[in-house]
């Protein structure tokens, strides 16, 4: 059964400590991506990566950060840095194969940091 | 900078009716075109997508309109039912060569029975 999993689904956390989403894909995707989500707004790109090993700032990236070592794992940190971190986090990977820009989406990860 | 924005944030109809969602973008040098349905708490899902060099495409009891000339998106929905509800959100590829995607702020559809 092939997607994109989120864990935890809900994350809870202290201000100023560190906290880390997980995201897995077994779709074979060369592409990962990492969103957030405030409520009633869009998607922001906080990182993404096209290429293990590889990954790029998207427009929200103060006060996170990223690794990619494998292919089917894209990790984000939500540091202490960043300023307003509650929110809904979601990952994607994509393969653009095709002609298609597609994104595969992750069932999401609601952080709330108190 | 330029990015993907909606008219509508909230559409109301009824069972049956067909439904239209619009999109507005402003980079001229996207050349594709993607929308997502989002229900409460999930992540989103792809509904239909369509090229620059396309003014129409069709799914099931979906079509995607591309105008460039005004640089405008809808999606048609027919025959709307309760199980559409959600939020419709429409993103582009800006053509530079790189997989991202920007997002719309997204239209809450209503569909009652």
């Known amino acids: 059964d092939g997607g994109i999993t989120q864990s935890p689904k809900y994350l809870f956390r202290k201000e100023g400590q560190n906290v880390t989403l997980s995201c897995e894909q077994n779709l074979n995707h060369d592409a990962m991506y990492w969103y957030r989500q405030d409520p009633g707004q869009g998607l922001r790109l906080i990182y993404y990566?096209?290429?293990?090993?590889?990954?790029q700032k998207g427009d929200i990236a103060e006060g996170y950060s990223v690794s990619r070592e494998k292919k089917e794992s894209f990790p984000l940190t939500v540091t202490s840095a960043q300023k307003n971190p509650t929110a809904f986090y979601l990952c994607?990977?994509?393969?653009?194969?095709?002609?298609?820009?597609?994104?595969?989406f992750g069932p999401g990860t609601r952080l709330t940091v108190t | 900078g330029e990015s993907v924005g909606l008219h509508l944030p909230t559409l109301s109809v009824q069972e049956g009716d067909n439904s239209i969602i619009n999109c507005a973008y402003s980079n001229s040098a996207s050349d594709y075109f993607i929308w997502y349905k989002q229900e409460s708490g999930k992540g989103p899902q792809f509904i239909i997508d369509i090229r620059s060099n396309m003014d129409k495409r069709q799914g099931q009891r979906v079509t995607v309109l591309l105008n460039k000339t005004v640089k405008h998106l809808s999606l048609q929905i027919a025959a709307t039912q309760p199980g559409d509800s959600a939020v419709y959100f429409c993103?582009?590829?800006?053509?530079?060569?790189?997989?991202?995607?920007?997002f719309g702020k997204g239209t809450m559809l209503l569909v009652s029975p």
């Open positions: 994607a990977s994509s393969s653009w194969t095709g002609g298609s820009y597609e994104q595969y």
């Open positions: 993103a582009e590829n800006d053509g530079s060569g790189y997989s991202t995607l920007t």
């Open positions: 990566s096209q290429i293990v090993n590889d990954f």
